[in-house]
């Protein structure tokens, strides 16, 4: 029984390599991240929500409603420190890029940051804080 489990995970491991690829860094989507990072750390809601995808405008309605839930909802987007740039990849459709944060306390956090492409311009379709990473908790 213990054998056929283990050639039963062989088998089945490159199913879960094929729904996460990782990609080649991608410096537009970089910098889309970043300057909505700097937006914020200005208090520039208005600049920030401009990197957000229409879906996500659509969900807040207005930059300040917008503003506000990132500031209650993600306190080191708000007020980011160090920002590290990590893996990006393809996962199940979406192309997710990890970014490493420091909030203003020291605390990194790990965060995966959901991007399209809307008319040739990447965009901010979410933000999902990663647990159990190892990184923060």
């Known amino acids: 029984m213990r054998n056929f489990l283990f050639i039963l995970c ?30 914020f750390s200005t208090g520039n809601v208005f600049t920030a929500w401009t990197f ?21 909802g993600y306190p080191m987007v708000w007020q980011p ?7 990006l990849r393809q996962e199940g459709g979406r192309l ?3 970014v490493q944060i420091v909030d203003p306390t ?5 965060l995966a940051y959901d991007m399209v492409q809307i ?9 999902t804080v990663l647990r159990g990473q190892g990184v923060g908790a």
């Open 10 to 39: 062989l088998a089945l491991a490159p199913l879960g390599a094929a729904a996460q690829e990782r990609l080649d860094p991608n410096p537009e989507i970089r910098g889309v991240i970043q300057n909505q990072l700097d937006a």
């Open 119 to 127: 008319d040739g311009d990447w965009r901010i379709a979410g933000v």
């Open 96 to 98: 997710l890029q990890q």
């Open 81 to 87: 420190g160090e920002t590290t740039f990590l893996g």
């Open 52 to 72: 957000a995808s229409p879906t996500i405008q659509d969900m807040f309605g207005d930059a300040m409603t917008f503003g506000t839930m990132v500031e209650r």
């Open 106 to 110: 020291g605390r990194p956090h790990l």
